[in-house]
């Protein structure tokens, strides 16, 4: 991890890290502290807001630590020093406790927060807040505790629902706009940081869309507003008591708070929301593209000004796009009427398009834009994971290359097939060696990559790449696009320099 960088933190909190931190205590303006509207806000929407509590049973760790693990406290809690000499003090020799070499399971408590959404018993909340547990329960702001069932839960948004039977009425909130946020508008933040439930802070919106990459769809809503473990799955709300966000992640170096949190913003809540009431699940849309970032060498390859969109750079034979036309090479910059500036653009747009519905794709293909009609397909979300196969055989013998952009390029053939696993229907130029010093080298092209195609043209020898790159220069291009598959038969563009 570079020097600096400080990892988001998810807010569940532990109860055996239930200590008080040390903090300095820093003099705060009156005038700074926000707007008088706040105390109507808490005041209205307080008992809307509830604890998670969750139990796990767990096998417990180390040889015979017993009942003596050691609680995780935050770093630099007063009482670290105190548990760290109790605990040794506890343990025999090798960590355990005298004489005692089990490992019985143990049950394991945490607490988050959660906000009601219907009177009816509908609760929203973190879905890292009720993760694995074997018990959920909902304490509402009286102290009344209610055994919760779990609804249904989506682990890329990190939501859940939960459904309690209330034994009087309850209060719910409602949601808000969070695309009407301004930069600067007043929030505020009610949960459980480390138990003490019902706690209220404010504070500003400080960042909008903001991307952190804990996820495929992170588009954060940003706050200084205090939030701690144990805020989880709380209501962020504006003044005017709607939810305009769900409290999720936190930079910190310490576990506490320094005006830095993340919440998931109301627009994608209520959409996955409502998804796991009406299915338990979610379906999303699909469009059935692998997709990459235009950097600026590659929009000057394919005469896009601004770099902008997603480079489609594979196409599944399987998906929606390809009936549709759209093809290895096009760059989406509008989908169903949205722009798409980058890749995260258009994976968040087409997530929370609805399956089944036809829409409109604006392509630009060799620098004119066109508009191609989809059926969305629904996204289905299968762990592939495919391991490398070794092998003991000779290597062949080396085959005739040729140079070209700090490449040693050569005709495909069946011992090159054979030696770098390359399936039968890549068909291209393999790359046999590449450079040290070239831009080949940075941009990650290795032995074994395939190029398919140069400046969208096939190729199949290293003189007809070469002949490709010598007609760029004639033509005063600083660069030249080419379409590159690993052994598997996965595309991908790489631009590079032909100065």
């Known amino acids: 991890m570079p020097a600096g960088t400080i990892a988001p933190t998810r807010l569940r909190l532990g109860l055996a890290a239930l200590v008080v931190s040390a903090f300095s205590a820093f003099g705060t303006p009156a005038e700074a502290r926000g707007p008088d509207g706040i105390a109507d806000v808490a005041e209205k929407v307080i008992d809307a807001v ?34 760290d000499d109790f605990f040794k003090n506890r343990r025999g020799p090798g960590g355990s406790k005298g004489g005692d070499g089990g490992s019985a399971p143990k049950k394991t408590n945490s607490l988050g927060s959660g906000f009601i959404i219907d009177t009816a018993g509908v609760v929203v909340t973190n879905n890292h807040v009720i993760a694995d547990a074997d018990e959920i329960h909902v304490i509402l702001n009286d102290g009344t505790k209610i055994k919760a069932e779990l609804v249904g839960v989506d682990k890329k948004t990190d939501l859940a629902v939960l459904k309690i039977k209330p034994p009087k009425p309850l ?41 952190i990459s804990s996820g495929p769809y992170d588009s954060y809503i940003q706050t200084d507003a205090s939030i701690n473990r144990g805020n989880s799955g709380g209501p962020l709300f504006n003044l005017d008591g709607d939810v305009i966000g769900v409290n999720t992640l936190i930079i910190s170096p310490s576990g506490g708070s320094i005006g830095i949190g993340f919440a998931v913003p109301s627009k994608t809540v209520v959409g996955v929301v409502d998804q796991l009431r009406q299915f338990g699940e979610l379906r999303r849309g699909w469009l059935g593209v692998r997709i990459q970032s235009v950097t600026d060498e590659i929009a000057e390859s394919l005469n896009i000004k601004p770099a902008r969109g997603a480079l489609v750079a594979g196409i599944d034979d399987k998906g929606p796009a390809k009936p549709a036309g759209i093809e290895p090479g096009d760059v989406v910059v509008r989908f169903d009427g949205k722009d798409v500036k980058d890749p995260k653009d258009l994976s968040r747009v087409v997530a929370d398009t609805a399956v089944g519905k036809e829409v409109d794709v604006v392509i630009i293909r060799k620098g004119q834009e066109q508009t191609k009609k989809v059926t969305l397909g629904r996204l289905q979300d299968p762990e592939k994971v495919q391991a490398a196969v070794k092998t003991d055989e000779p290597a062949p013998e080396k085959p005739v290359t040729q140079k070209a952009l700090g490449l040693d390029l050569a005709a495909l053939n069946k011992d090159l097939r054979t030696r770098y696993k390359i399936k039968e229907s890549v068909k291209g130029v393999v790359v046999t060696s590449v450079d040290a010093n070239s831009d080949a080298a940075e941009k990650r092209l290795s032995a074994g990559d395939v190029i398919v195609e140069v400046a969208q043209e096939a190729v199949s020898s290293g003189a007809d790449i070469q002949k490709r790159v010598d007609q760029l220069k004639k033509d005063g291009k600083k660069s030249v696009l080419l379409l590159v598959s690993n052994a598997e038969g996965e595309l991908r563009f790489v631009a590079l320099s032909v100065q």
């Open 50 to 83: 509830v604890n998670i509590s969750t139990s796990q049973t767990v096998e417990a760790k180390g040889s015979g630590g017993g009942s003596n693990t050691m609680p995780q406290l935050p770093p630099g809690s007063p009482f670290e020093e105190f548990f």
């Open 171 to 211: 209060v719910a909130v409602k949601f808000g706009d969070s695309d009407k946020l301004r930069l600067g508008d007043w929030v505020v933040a009610i949960g459980n940081p480390f138990s003490l439930g019902g706690t209220v802070t404010a504070g500003i919106v400080s960042a909008k869309n903001r991307d």
